[in-house]
Nanobody
Framework: QVQLVESGGGLVQAGGSLRLSCAAS????????MAWYRQAPGKQRELVAT???????QYADSVKGRCTISRDNAKNIVYLQMNSLKPEDTAVYYC?????????WGQGTQVTVAS
């Protein structure tokens, strides 16, 4: 059974930092492309950052320079370090694991940035 469990969300003041974690089980973690998405109220889910199985990373323009995605293949965990948080970063953040036709999602963790 595949499980992606996010943690690390919470309430933070604008300008603050959070580190999200996503622990994966039931998959060959190192083979998967991992990603963080977010969905704000009334908006579509959007891609935040990706960490390819080969080590590449990509970021949405809205978080570039403020967020860093990293992964620990030995621990089966992917992280999202978020700095200089803004109120518009408020959303539910979801972890995603993708490989070929296989696509898995976590349950999400709420991030709220107060102005």
């Amino acid at each position: 059974q595949v499980q992606l469990v996010e943690s690390g969300g919470g309430l933070v003041q604008a300008g603050g930092s959070l580190r999200l974690s996503c622990a994966a089980s039931g998959i060959m973690f190192s083979w998967y492309n991992m990603a963080w998405y977010r969905q704000a109220p009334g908006k579509q889910r959007e891609l935040v950052a990706t960490s390819g199985s080969g080590g590449s990373t990509q970021y949405a323009d809205s978080v570039k320079g403020r967020c860093t995605i990293s992964r620990d293949n030995a621990k089966n965990i992917v992280y999202l370090q978020m700095n200089s948080l803004k109120p518009e970063d408020t959303a539910v953040y979801y972890c995603n694991a993708h490989k070929a036709s296989r696509d898995y999602w976590g349950q999400g963790t709420q991030v709220t940035v107060a102005s």
